[in-house]
């Protein structure tokens, strides 16, 4: 069994008197892509902010490489979050920035590395994703929202992580374009050997490329596991995610 990369315990979440998780627990293994699944409230996208800490759950604790990271300095908080890379729904890219320069602003930000260096790894991260070369004289605003992604995953890229955080990675991509990107995500996590965590609405995601998945509902952990582990749970929620597979997915 792979090593545990992140384990959260007992989270609890609350945003003045609305209880978001009441002790969600869930553990992520080195080398897997590991999704958090729920309906609209149920707290996937706040479990994620906690894990790259952008939010601070009320109690609990998440350990991420074996380090508790409510208990860190800034110094060694800057230092662990140089070990993942994060794509955010939106691509969250600079519109005033080339696709070339939004990737090449982490290795000036990070590195000392010299600019002829930093512009070959660019293009290499661009060709990575699959987009084509010419992409990185592009803006934001001359992309296909299926770019947009694939140019944010190079950013995300960019310091070579061994953890990825996806946020709704197919949001706003078409059926096609949204199996193109999971395959990439999946092809991704086979030659860089990374961990994936993402947070997915999108069950034909959770059926093609997710190892295991934690669903969130009624601020708990209604079942956590692999697609069959979790058809094998009796709960409604189940039920309403998955129609129990019987007429195909639904949704």
């Given at each position: 069994m792979?090593?545990?990369?992140?384990?959260?315990?007992?989270?609890?979440?609350?945003f003045?008197?609305?209880?978001?998780?009441?002790?969600?627990?869930?553990?992520?293994?080195?080398?897997?892509?590991?999704?958090?699944?729920?309906?609209?409230?149920?707290?996937?996208?706040?479990?994620?902010?906690?894990?790259?800490?952008?939010?601070?759950?009320?109690?609990?604790?998440?350990?991420?490489?074996?380090?508790?990271?409510?208990?860190?300095?800034l110094?060694?908080?800057?230092?662990?979050?140089?070990?993942?890379?994060?794509?955010f729904?939106?691509?969250?890219?600079?519109?005033?920035?080339?696709?070339?320069?939004?990737?090449?602003?982490?290795?000036?930000?990070?590195?000392?590395?010299?600019?002829?260096?930093?512009?070959?790894?660019?293009?290499?991260?661009?060709?990575?994703?699959?987009?084509?070369?010419?992409?990185?004289?592009l803006?934001?605003?001359?992309?296909?929202?299926?770019?947009?992604?694939?140019?944010?995953?190079?950013?995300?890229?960019?310091?070579?992580?061994?953890?990825?955080?996806?946020?709704?990675?197919?949001?706003?991509?078409?059926?096609?374009?949204?199996?193109?990107?999971?395959?990439?995500?999946?092809?991704?996590?086979?030659?860089?050997?990374?961990?994936?965590?993402?947070?997915?609405?999108?069950?034909?995601?959770?059926?093609?490329?997710?190892?295991?998945?934690?669903?969130?509902?009624?601020?708990?952990?209604?079942?956590?596991?692999?697609?069959?582990?979790?058809?094998?749970?009796?709960?409604?929620?189940?039920?309403?995610?998955?129609?129990?597979?019987?007429?195909?997915?639904?949704?």
């Amino acid at each position: 069994m792979n090593p545990i990369v992140i384990e959260a315990r007992n989270i609890v979440t609350s945003f003045g008197d609305t209880c978001i998780h009441d002790n969600v627990s869930c553990t992520i293994r080195e080398n897997e892509i590991y999704a958090l699944l729920g309906g609209s409230g149920s707290g996937k996208s706040t479990l994620l902010r906690e894990m790259i800490m952008l939010e601070t759950p009320a109690s609990g604790s998440i350990h991420i490489f074996g380090e508790n990271i409510a208990k860190l300095s800034l110094v060694e908080a800057q230092k662990l979050r140089r070990k993942w890379g994060v794509l955010f729904q939106s691509g969250a890219l600079y519109s005033s920035l080339t696709v070339g320069e939004n990737i090449a602003l982490l290795y000036k930000e990070y590195t000392n590395l010299p600019q002829n260096l930093i512009h070959e790894l660019v293009k290499l991260k661009i060709d990575l994703v699959g987009l084509p070369s010419h992409a990185i004289h592009l803006y934001p605003s001359e992309l296909s929202g299926g770019m947009v992604k694939r140019a944010a995953l190079a950013r995300a890229l960019a310091l070579d992580p061994k953890l990825l955080f996806l946020d709704e990675p197919t949001s706003g991509l078409d059926p096609l374009s949204s199996r193109q990107f999971d395959a990439l995500i999946r092809q991704l996590r086979d030659l860089l050997g990374l961990t994936i965590v993402l947070v997915t609405h999108d069950l034909d995601t959770i059926h093609h490329i997710v190892d295991r998945f934690v669903l969130l509902g009624e601020k708990k952990v209604i079942a956590q596991g692999t697609l069959n582990e979790v058809l094998a749970v009796n709960h409604p929620i189940v039920d309403y995610f998955f129609q129990k597979e019987t007429h195909g997915i639904q949704g």
